[in-house]
């Protein structure tokens, strides 16, 4: 049985491609503010690697804020149980699920079968969110990729005092500007991201084992600070920590096309 | 008798003299890198237009985020006072103030001498502050002042959900390539703008009549957007509207020099 599922996030869009329940193939591209087109990009080009048609796709089920923009999809379905039943198709022994997305930052809770028991979110505020550290890396004319790596050599992390990731654009422009150390800096900005998800976790409990997921999961710099102001150890996913949205929903998928 | 407020914003600093209980000479500058520096330029500028030298001023009273560090000032009062005496000396009806400027929005409201009873603020977030237009106007590629006098050609305003700045970004992107107009989304945009401000100001309920201060009180698509979200007449200010807190704070060295 063939089935799929995307994940139209504001930022990236993302598609997986199950065959018999193992991941025969994914993709991920930028949205570029273009969610149905996006959609239609990412599913022809994971349907190629995988060598399969549309026609064979069993099910095909759509999440993520883009989710109504996807005509082909069969179904359309939240983010949060699909970020909890991908999370466990990985890793059944997960209690906790810590999802750092572009817009979106969520602490989910799952219990049998990855359903959600509980879930805090926030996606009303950057502050806490990838684009948050986006808007950073812009400033500092980093990539995003580079703040992870770049915030371990820090010694002595700024402390960023702004919430709102406009006011700390310009906050951490005045750092450079007083000569400070630019991994002091990043280091700091991850803290912070890391201190507004240890809020939210605190609301929703953890319990382990826990695993971080989304975009900001492949920052070793969030993931550290997490790991030591939670005081857990994140589990290892055996994929890319971008697709899980997409494979939860391929997951819904396979129970649909039953 | 000669005397000045001077006013150092996070943006931009005013300094407005007056001589007799009147204005005689106002200036407007982008900051400095120092506030004093800031304080020193613009209040020269402004002395200079008057014909005068610091030499001159009997009193002078500084204000705004960097109102401490004015070496030329008497003394040095609130942001949020200047703003309110300042408004109500222009007009005297005037109860409720309400100020957006470049990184912060407040409700002031006074009494009939212009003197502070309440006010609230928000300086933690860039929505329903300058600094989200000023993000908007970047991410639609259009001057401040154009985001303005196309939203208000617009018909048909389209709904922005989002309050965080960034976020209305990927919103407005999104109507971009969807072909959408741009003097709709710029209606959109100062809709989202207003709201914020309403709910800021409804915490603090409003009294008439009101005004309007700060530099985003020179958006006419903000202000008819908050006129119609409010529903009340926001009084037009009869002096630039960004150099209300100067004037509050020389009113306030006049008042000094007359005790």
């Not at chain 1, 709102?164 to 906050?171: D, I, L, T």
Request: contains cysteine; hydrophobic residues 40%; negative net charge.
């Amino acid at each position: 049985m063939i089935v799929a599922g995307f994940d139209v996030g504001t930022l990236t869009t993302k598609a997986v491609v199950l065959n018999d329940g193992s991941i025969a193939s994914y993709d991920i591209i930028p949205t570029e503010a273009k969610p149905e087109g996006a959609a239609k990009v990412v599913m022809e080009n994971a349907l190629s690697k995988a060598g399969i048609s549309f026609t064979d796709l069993g099910f095909c089920v759509a999440t993520g804020w883009g989710r109504k923009k996807v005509g082909f999809a069969n179904k359309d379905m939240g983010e949060i149980p699909c970020l909890g039943k991908g999370a466990y198709r990985l890793i059944p022994s997960l209690c906790t699920v810590i999802d750092i997305g572009a817009q979106t930052s969520s602490v989910i809770r799952i219990g049998k079968n990855g359903n959600v028991l509980d879930y805090g979110t926030n996606d009303k505020c950057a502050s806490g969110t990838g684009k948050f550290l986006g808007v950073i890396a812009e400033a500092l004319e980093l990539g995003i990729d580079d703040l992870g790596p770049l915030s371990l050599q820090s010694k002595n992390p700024v402390s960023i005092s702004n919430q709102c990731a406009v006011f700390a654009e310009s906050e951490v422009i005045s750092h450079v500007n007083e000569g400070m150390e630019l991994a002091d800096i990043v280091s700091g900005i991850n803290n912070s991201i890391a201190r507004r998800q240890v809020t939210l976790a605190k609301r929703v409990g953890v319990k382990e084992d826990v695993c971080i997921i989304g975009g900001v999961a492949k920052n070793i710099g969030v993931v550290k600070d997490l790991e030591s102001m939670l005081e857990v150890e994140m589990k290892k996913l055996p994929v890319d920590p971008q697709i899980i949205g997409a494979l939860g929903a391929a997951v819904i998928a396979e129970q649909k096309a039953k | 008798m000669v005397v000045a407020g001077c006013d150092v914003g996070s943006l931009s600093a005013e300094a407005v003299i007056m001589d007799n209980g009147s204005i005689i000479s106002f200036e407007i500058i982008k900051v400095r890198p120092r506030p004093e520096q800031s304080a020193g330029d613009v209040m020269n500028a402004a002395l200079s237009k008057a014909g005068l030298t610091l030499g001159g001023l009997d009193y002078c009273i500084s204000t705004g985020y960097g109102r401490e560090k004015i070496p030329f000032a008497n003394d040095n009062i609130s942001e949020i006072s200047c703003h309110g005496k300042g408004a109500q000396w222009l007009i005297p009806s005037v109860r409720t103030v309400i100020d957006v400027g470049g990184q912060d929005c407040k409700a002031i409201s006074v009494d009939e001498n212009g003197n502070l009873l309440n006010f609230i603020m928000n300086d933690k977030c860039a929505a329903g502050t300058g600094r989200f237009l000023e993000v908007m106007s970047k991410t639609l590629g259009v001057g401040l002042e154009e985001l303005a006098s196309l939203a208000v050609r617009s018909k048909n305003p389209l709904p922005v959900t989002s309050q965080c700045s960034i976020f209305t970004e990927t919103e407005a992107m999104c109507y971009v390539n969807e072909g959408e107009k741009m003097a709709d989304i710029a209606a959109g945009i100062n809709q989202a703008m207003a709201r914020r401000v309403k709910a800021l100001v409804g915490r603090i309920g409003i009294v008439d009549e009101v005004c309007m201060t700060g530099g985003v009180a020179k958006n006419s698509g903000v202000l008819k957007s908050l006129e119609e979200i409010l529903q009340v007449t926001i009084k037009k200010m009869p002096e630039d509207p960004q150099i209300i807190g100067a004037l509050g704070a020389a009113i306030f060295a006049k008042e000094e020099m007359q005790k």
